[in-house]
């Protein structure tokens, strides 16, 4: 038994047998993977859903278009120095609103808009609202626009027509260059007239101050006479401070151009921005997981919802008639029977008109309706003619009070008492007739 394993072993460990063993097995994986790429339905296609490339052009706070995403840039801005107390961005959108009335950011300080920082944070603002214009606005020339403005800028800037840019080395130049005064070396003193430099120089302080340059051999500051002029920067210094000048401004002019055609476009986002801010964070999840699923409209028309609201008011069953309650559907029988609300009443006086229910009945009393019909047949509507429906007995009950003397009802003229001057009291109708006769 041994020596028949052993022969069994060693047919299987053959090399052909090795060989045949593993083209078999390699035939075998090869018709799995053929098998596999030649499956029409697979998960993996079925689940895979193409991106909308509207939605790849525009971030998620920008909202396909209709709001603007200036949390960067507005960072950016907080940044800068000597801006004073940093806007939340509410505020920061409303002093971009503010370029429809004048440049961008003109109520910054010369300091900070002459600083390399300012010329970065704008060269930013300017290429996001050129690169957003020309994503919501495909059809308009942004390109051909933007070179329009330009040339007026360079118009401008060449006429020197743009305030709130003007280089502060020249300014300082102009303020202390020669302007025709004398100069007083030993005083260090600048005076603008003649007169007031001759008179100085009798001065006690003049006096002294050329004594002590003289005992300390210092030679006059100005000899001439002439104001001394600043000594002069570096000329590489001055350049580049002039080419961000003139960039700041420049890119200013043309940020100023584009956010006001982008003025309602700031309105939007800064009313979304109020929205989104009053809403909690559970209201903030929810907005965001409707947007990412919207729910599809219904499918049914409104002609079929009209049909189907006929429907449920036919299915209401109501063989005894009786009243429908707040929710349009018939009040119980015993609160039926416990209102009477089975039992007429009839008022001839309100043009027979049939009221249901003792309470009902009680109440119409006080109504506009029996008020009218009181008031046509000339009678008053008093607690006298309480529940008195026919006009006959409404007629003799009138009748009979004024034969008992209840003369309040028709002759309310006689219930009025008048007084004379001599202090006599009349009622009205005697009153009337002793004035019209001459007597009082």
Known sequence: MKLQERQNWTRYLHPYNKTTCRSSIRAGFDLEIAAFLDEPHQDGDEEYEEEDPIALLFSGEEGYG????????????????????????????????AA????????????????????????????????????????VDIDAR??????????????????????PSESKSQENGNNGGLWCGACQRH???????????????????VAKQATSGEPAANPNGVAPQEPVHNTTTQS?????????????????????????????????????????AREREQE????????????????????EEEEEEERIYNPLKLPLGWDGKPIPYWLYKLHGLGVEYRCEICSDHVY?????????????????????????????FHEITRIEDALALAEKLKQEGRHEIFEQETMEELEDDDGNV???????????????
């Open 288 to 307: 965001l997981l409707d947007q990412s699923n919207p729910v599809p409209p219904p499918a049914t028309s409104a002609a079929e919802g009209g049909g």
């Open 356 to 384: 249901m229910g003792r309470k009902n009945f009680d109440r119409h009393f006080q109504e506009s309706r029996h008020a009218f019909g009181m008031r046509a047949l000339g009678l008053p509507n008093t607690k006298h």
């Open 146 to 167: 933007q070179r329009e403005v330009a040339l007026d800028f360079e118009r401008k800037w060449d006429a020197k027509e743009i305030p709130g840019w003007e280089d």
């Open 100 to 139: 429809q009335l004048g440049p961008v950011h003109s109520e910054l300080p010369k300091e900070t808009r002459h600083t390399k920082d300012y010329e970065t944070y704008l060269k930013n603002l300017h290429g996001y609202l050129l690169s957003f214009t020309k994503k919501t606005q495909p059809i």
């Open 66 to 97: 209709r709001y603007l995403d200036l949390y960067a840039n507005h960072t950016a801005y907080n940044n800068l120095k000597n801006i004073g107390k940093r806007p939340g961005y509410l505020q920061y959108l409303d002093l971009l609103l």
């Open 191 to 209: 005076y603008a007239k003649q007169t007031v430099y001759d008179a100085h120089l009798t001065s006690k302080r003049h006096i002294k101050a």
């Open 426 to 440: 009349y009622n009205r109708k005697t009153y009337d007739d002793l004035k019209k006769q001459g007597l009082i």
């Open 240 to 280: 580049s401070q002039k080419i961000r000048i003139r960039n700041s401004a420049y890119l200013t002019h043309l940020a100023t151009d584009l956010l006001v055609s982008l003025a309602a476009t700031l309105n939007e986002t800064k009313s979304n921005v109020e929205r989104r801010f009053s809403l909690t």
